[in-house]
Structure formats: structure tokens, C-alpha cells
């Protein structure tokens, strides 16, 4: 397995898209029918304890192996193929132009010279791939190429997760790479199926929410704000004296006292909402832009009650909490209820599972 070797445009086999995030894992399956729809098969999820992922930095190896072991068995997947993804801040991005109609052995040499310019590593050290996007936009009679590269040791680490948990690896992709290509779905179903329209697509994790603003295939904006669920199980665990395992699992669970909504829900929806509005602040005063088109909400904290409308309230702009598998066919094994409940988490596995489609 190459890092990146998605970009590339091979084809794969069957395999399911596992997100391991420093909460949680999360598995994704699909299919295809012969006309093309996408059928979720199974999907799935598991906690891990805090401080087993740091910063994406797997810290209790086999603790998270099992982990990813258990969602695996409980998934009742018999697919053994993965495709996996490494964290944004864990790969160096860099788009260069080079001269069309070079052979991809050419490429390759002229990739590694370049990137020695952009990587502030050996290139012993790391995992490296690029792919050609296509004619240059900005120089007549080039490609723009997409180098991306990662340490080893951090793909490796991976790797060996991915084995340690008797799956076999065999595409590592860019967690922003995947969540974009999963909402690319959602946003061909709007208006003029999304053309030219600006998105700012929030991701509420649990340490860190990230806000992506898109405008068609581009990335126009990346930032991470410090905010995420883990603050609301942390107040929670507070009020009412659970440990935080046991206030993330009622939390997820919704068995929460009766005065959960009104003393501790509704003031952190609404801190949340304007921590959304002021990174749109942010990136307008960042920008020449000064209003997006649409606001989406994705990850577990997403759909909590009343978070969509407090955003369109606060900002201004239409808001809608992106659920990955919308028009999607079911398999049996799915079970609805839980579906609508927990969709917006699964953004980034989805993309993941979507990747053997993609040529």
C-alpha cells in the first residue's frame, strides 16, 4: 500500500471505510446496484477511553486495536479490506505545475525533486504521492499535480493498526480529503446542484471543530477552532457527578436527569452556536468573502436539538446538519432509528467506504 495511492485512480476491492478519530472508530460499508445507487450495508461505532489518541497519535496501541476489533465482529462485515485516513495536520499538501505528457515514471522523479523543496524532511523519512488534477489553470501547456506526504512512522502506525486488527490496509487517504467527497453528494442535491455556491461545512469533533469553506472542488478556507463535544460531556460529568466515561455514555445513550435540557443543553448549544459564528467571522475578515451560501453541521454534536436553527438565527445563513447517507438504499442489517440518530458522525467513514467507487 502507497500512502495516497487512492489519488491515483486504481481499482480496489470490496473494502469498508474505518474513521478513528481520538474519541471514537467508526465503519462504514456500501455497495452499488447495477444502476449506480449507493447501499449502506453497515455501519458502526466505538469509544475509546480519553487519552488514547492524542493529536492523532495512537498512544495505547492495543487498546485501540481491540477496540477496532469489536466494531469490526459487531459490524457482522466480512470484508477484510479497509481503506483508512490520516489525520489533516499528520500531511504536507502542495499543488505544483509540471510539464504535460510526461510518462509517470518521469513524474516521479520530478515529484520527489520537488518535493524536497516542500517537505521539511528526508524523503527517507516519509510516505509520498501525488496525483495529477488535470490542465494547469494558471500555465499554458502544464498539469497541476497534488503532492502529498506524511512521516512514516505515522503511516506506518496505521498500517499496523489496521493489521493488528486483522484487516488488511490498502488505501490511506486525508480525513478532510474523504468528509469533502462524501458531502459532495449532499451538495449536488441543492440548488443548481451546488454550483458556485459558497459551503461552510462545520465539523463538530469532540476536541476540535474544523470549518471548510468549498466552493465547488476548491478548498477556499481550513481552520480548527478548539471546541468540540468533549466540553459538553465535561459539563455534564460536573453537574451531576459522573465519571466522563459514564457521562459520554448517557450522553450518547440520551438518558440524561430531566433538567439536563434546560440547565446544561441549551446554554452549550448556545456557546457552540456562536463559536460557529465568530470562525465565519473570521474567515470573512480573513477573505475577500463576506457571506456563505450555505452552513452544514457534521460529526456527533451536530444534530444536537436545536443547534441548526440557533446557527441560522446567529448567523444569518441557511443551516442544515449533513447526513452522509441521504438517498442512499438500506441493507438489511441497518437498523433505521439509529441511522437518523448518529448520520452527521459518520461524514468522513462514509467518504472513506466511498472510495472504492471512485476510479
Same mark, same amino acid.
Given at each position: 500500500?502507497?500512502?495516497?495511492?487512492?489519488?491515483?485512480?486504481?481499482?480496489?476491492?470490496?473494502?469498508?471505510? /474505518?474513521?478513528? &478519530?481520538?474519541? =471514537? +472508530?467508526?465503519? *462504514? %460499508?456500501?455497495?452499488?446496484?447495477? @444502476?449506480?445507487?449507493?447501499?449502506? #450495508?453497515?455501519?458502526?461505532?466505538?469509544?475509546?477511553?480519553?487519552?488514547?489518541?492524542?493529536?492523532?497519535?495512537?498512544?495505547?496501541?492495543?487498546?485501540?486495536?481491540?477496540?477496532?476489533?469489536?466494531?469490526?465482529?459487531?459490524?457482522?462485515?466480512?470484508?477484510?479490506?479497509?481503506?483508512?485516513?490520516?489525520?489533516?495536520?499528520?500531511?504536507?499538501?502542495?499543488?505544483?505545475?509540471?510539464?504535460?505528457?510526461?510518462?509517470?515514471?518521469?513524474?516521479?522523479?520530478?515529484?520527489?525533486?520537488?518535493?524536497?523543496?516542500?517537505?521539511?524532511?528526508?524523503?527517507?523519512?516519509?510516505?509520498?504521492?501525488?496525483?495529477? /488534477?488535470?490542465? &494547469?489553470?494558471? =500555465? +499554458?501547456?502544464? *498539469? %497541476?499535480?497534488?503532492?502529498?506526504? @506524511?512521516?512514516?512512522?505515522?503511516? #506506518?502506525?496505521?498500517?499496523?493498526?489496521?493489521?493488528?486488527?486483522?484487516?488488511?490496509?490498502?488505501?490511506?487517504?486525508?480525513?478532510?480529503?474523504?468528509?469533502?467527497?462524501?458531502?459532495?453528494?449532499?451538495?449536488?442535491?441543492?440548488?443548481?446542484?451546488?454550483?458556485?455556491?459558497?459551503?461552510?461545512?462545520?465539523?463538530?469533533?469532540?476536541?476540535?471543530?474544523?470549518?471548510?469553506?468549498?466552493?465547488?472542488?476548491?478548498?477556499?478556507?481550513?481552520?480548527?477552532?478548539?471546541?468540540?463535544?468533549?466540553?459538553?460531556?465535561?459539563?455534564?460529568?460536573?453537574?451531576?457527578?459522573?465519571?466522563?466515561?459514564?457521562?459520554?455514555?448517557?450522553?450518547?445513550?440520551?438518558?440524561?436527569?430531566?433538567?439536563?435540557?434546560?440547565?446544561?443543553?441549551?446554554?452549550?448549544?448556545?456557546?457552540?452556536?456562536?463559536?460557529?459564528?465568530?470562525?465565519?467571522?473570521?474567515?470573512?475578515?480573513?477573505?475577500?468573502?463576506?457571506?456563505?451560501?450555505?452552513?452544514?453541521?457534521?460529526?456527533?454534536?451536530?444534530?444536537?436539538?436545536?443547534?441548526?436553527?440557533?446557527?441560522?438565527?446567529?448567523?444569518?445563513?441557511?443551516?442544515?446538519?449533513?447526513?452522509?447517507?441521504?438517498?442512499?438504499?438500506?441493507?438489511?442489517?441497518?437498523?433505521?432509528?439509529?441511522?437518523?440518530?448518529?448520520?452527521?458522525?459518520?461524514?468522513?467513514?462514509?467518504?472513506?467506504?466511498?472510495?472504492?467507487?471512485?476510479?
Amino acid at each position: 500500500m502507497s500512502f495516497l495511492d487512492v489519488l491515483l485512480g486504481r481499482k480496489y476491492p470490496p473494502a469498508i471505510g /474505518l474513521d478513528i &478519530s481520538s474519541s =471514537s +472508530v467508526k465503519l *462504514v %460499508e456500501l455497495d452499488r446496484t447495477p @444502476s449506480g445507487e449507493y447501499v449502506l #450495508q453497515r455501519f458502526g461505532s466505538e469509544v475509546f477511553e480519553n487519552g488514547w489518541i492524542t493529536d492523532g497519535q495512537i498512544e495505547k496501541f492495543d487498546e485501540v486495536a481491540e477496540v477496532v476489533r469489536r466494531v469490526v465482529s459487531k459490524s457482522g462485515t466480512r470484508t477484510k479490506h479497509v481503506v483508512m485516513a490520516m489525520p489533516q495536520s499528520a500531511v504536507i499538501t502542495k499543488k505544483i505545475n509540471l510539464p504535460a505528457g510526461m510518462r509517470e515514471e518521469e513524474l516521479e522523479l520530478q515529484v520527489e525533486s520537488e518535493a524536497n523543496q516542500y517537505i521539511p524532511f528526508s524523503l527517507d523519512e516519509v510516505s509520498l504521492d501525488f496525483c495529477v /488534477l488535470g490542465p &494547469s489553470p494558471t =500555465s +499554458v501547456g502544464d *498539469v %497541476e499535480v497534488l503532492i502529498a506526504a @506524511s512521516r512514516k512512522d505515522r503511516v #506506518q502506525d496505521r498500517q499496523g493498526l489496521a493489521e493488528a486488527s486483522g484487516l488488511k490496509p490498502i488505501v490511506l487517504d486525508i480525513e478532510s480529503h474523504a468528509s469533502r467527497l462524501a458531502l459532495g453528494r449532499i451538495v449536488a442535491t441543492l440548488p443548481n446542484e451546488g454550483r458556485d455556491a459558497l459551503v461552510a461545512l462545520f465539523e463538530v469533533g469532540a476536541e476540535t471543530t474544523s470549518l471548510k469553506v468549498l466552493r465547488d472542488d476548491d478548498m477556499l478556507y481550513d481552520r480548527d477552532q478548539a471546541f468540540g463535544g468533549t466540553q459538553l460531556t465535561q459539563l455534564i460529568s460536573r453537574q451531576y457527578a459522573f465519571s466522563f466515561e459514564e457521562a459520554e455514555q448517557k450522553k450518547l445513550a440520551g438518558d440524561l436527569p430531566d433538567d439536563y435540557a434546560e440547565s446544561i443543553l441549551a446554554p452549550f448549544v448556545d456557546s457552540l452556536s456562536q463559536e460557529i459564528g465568530r470562525a465565519l467571522q473570521y474567515f470573512f475578515t480573513s477573505t475577500p468573502h463576506h457571506k456563505v451560501h450555505y452552513v452544514m453541521l457534521a460529526g456527533g454534536t451536530a444534530s444536537l436539538p436545536g443547534l441548526k436553527d440557533r446557527v441560522t438565527e446567529l448567523t444569518g445563513f441557511a443551516s442544515m446538519v449533513v447526513n452522509p447517507f441521504e438517498n442512499m438504499k438500506l441493507g438489511p442489517a441497518v437498523r433505521e432509528s439509529r441511522l437518523r440518530r448518529e448520520a452527521p458522525a459518520y461524514l468522513t467513514a462514509c467518504g472513506l467506504a466511498m472510495r472504492r467507487f471512485v476510479a
